[in-house]
């Protein structure tokens, strides 16, 4: 038998165990030189898979090629480190939890770029590729057109200003180190989600002492704060403001056709049973819409935040036959009041109406004309009030007798403090921009 030659098993098995110990290494290399990256760390497991060819992650567990592994490594030292960061990076930015939301090479594109961002802005030795160089030029030239490299601006730029193939793959080359194709899976992925929010926002507190008299984690803190962001749903936001009442229709569950005609044709005009044909369902009915048209607030943007509340309510019934909103436009002072009491009003505003003001923003005129409005008896049940607004304004002190919303198109965190009686929300800027592509309101 012929001696000092592996088996192709003993190759493969060899192959998994350097690939492995370099996982190790590279594991302990970050942890010495980032200690917050501790818990994040340990919320990963890597394991071998011949089946892929190169690395990929799922939230939980690291999978990767043995022999894909060796050979970049055997090019460059530093890739495992590197490849380690990218992946783990992707868990701590929620990149595989919003899959299947988004257009997948623009989503895949934008993640691996913000990723690489914040790995090339803490300068880490331990990690520098021989690519290092062209990528920040790229970084640099995509920061001046995109305004900030989160995956989720990158996103919007993208879907905005579509590149070219050869751009596209241009990008790929220099950004792109794991394959995503285990972020399609989707019940292995709400497992993990609610751990990897727990770490993003330990991370978060972590990243604060760590970088301190320090530079170089601005990529890193600005995706952290993308990702552990509080993302509401706006239709979800409209049923803060819905109401019991009685709304004229056949209650479906206590209505019986059978008897009701019986008695019709057996008695004449004697139906058996009287119909029940009022049901209390939640619909809105008294609530205002509060634009600022400060000069910060495009036109566009405004109209496409009302287009997408009006698609909202007309989409899911949330009418009243009669309602009574205020489309209040006010920048330092009220400039107009718009009262709509039925859908046909709040279209025609949609498409007609003008937006006026554009001075400096005051929030705080808006409740108390509002207030006049409760004290003239203007409203029967005023739930609540949503202001669109850029943020940054002079707010009321005194918290309203109706529920108030600040729903905002970016989070900016230089903006003032909202009052803790009020709740923030940043809107998805896609889908007002889908809203201002859309054209008028049908």
């Not at 960061?85 to 988004?102: I, P, R, S």
């Not at 859908?343 to 006026?356: P, S, V």
């Amino acid at each position: 038998m012929e001696t000092g030659r592996l088996t192709e098993t003993e190759k493969q098995n060899k192959a998994e165990a350097l690939a492995g110990e370099l996982f190790r290494l590279a594991r302990d290399s970050v942890f010495v030189h980032l200690r917050f990256l501790d818990v994040a760390l340990s919320g990963l497991t890597p394991k071998p898979d011949r089946t892929i060819q190169s690395a990929a992650v799922d939230g939980r567990n690291l999978y990767y090629n043995p022999v894909y592994i060796l050979k970049k490594y055997s090019e460059d030292d530093h890739y495992v480190v590197r490849l380690l960061l990218h992946m783990l990076f992707h868990c701590m930015f929620y990149h595989a939890f919003q899959y299947g939301k988004l257009e997948e090479e623009y989503w895949n594109l934008a993640s691996d770029i913000a990723v690489e961002n914040a790995i090339l802005d803490m300068e880490l030795a331990i990690a520098n590729l021989k690519k290092d160089e062209e990528a920040r030029e790229k970084l640099s030239n995509l920061k001046e057109r995109a305004g900030s490299l989160t995956a989720e601006k990158l996103y919007r730029y993208f879907r905005k200003n579509p590149p070219s193939r050869e751009e596209i793959k241009e990008l790929e080359q220099l950004f792109v180190m794991d394959d995503h194709i285990y972020w399609r899976e989707r019940e292995e992925l709400i497992v993990t989600e609610e751990q990897w929010k727990k770490i993003s926002e330990r991370m978060k507190a972590d990243l604060k002492s760590f970088s301190k008299n320090k530079t170089g984690s601005e990529g890193l803190e600005k995706n952290l704060e993308e990702a552990t962001k509080d993302r509401y749903d706006y239709g979800d936001i409209l049923k803060r403001f819905t109401v019991m009442g009685e709304d004229i229709q056949i209650n479906q569950d206590e209505f019986d056709y059978i008897y009701y005609t019986y008695g019709l044709s057996a008695y004449g005009n004697m139906p058996l049973i009287e119909p029940l044909e009022y049901n209390e369902v939640h619909k809105i009915r008294d609530f205002v819409i509060a634009l600022d048209t400060s000069a910060s607030c495009r036109g566009p943007v405004v109209q496409a935040f009302l287009k997408k509340t009006y698609s909202i309510l007309k989409d899911t019934e949330n009418f009243f036959h009669k309602i009574n909103v205020h489309i209040i436009q006010c920048d330092n002072q009220v400039q107009s009041d718009t009262k709509i009491t039925n859908e046909d009003d709040f279209h025609h505003f949609i498409t007609h109406g003008k937006l006026t003001g554009f001075g400096s923003t005051d929030f705080r005129p808006v409740f108390e004309y509002v207030d006049e409005l409760l004290g003239q008896g203007e409203f029967e049940n005023l739930k609540g009030l949503i202001y669109f607004t850029d943020g940054y304004g002079i707010y009321p002190e005194r918290m309203p007798e109706y529920d108030v919303i600040f729903a905002f198109l970016e989070d900016d965190e230089r903006k003032p403090q909202v009052p803790p009686w009020a709740i923030q929300v940043v809107l998805d800027g896609d889908e007002l921009e889908d809203e201002t592509d859309g054209g008028e309101a049908e």
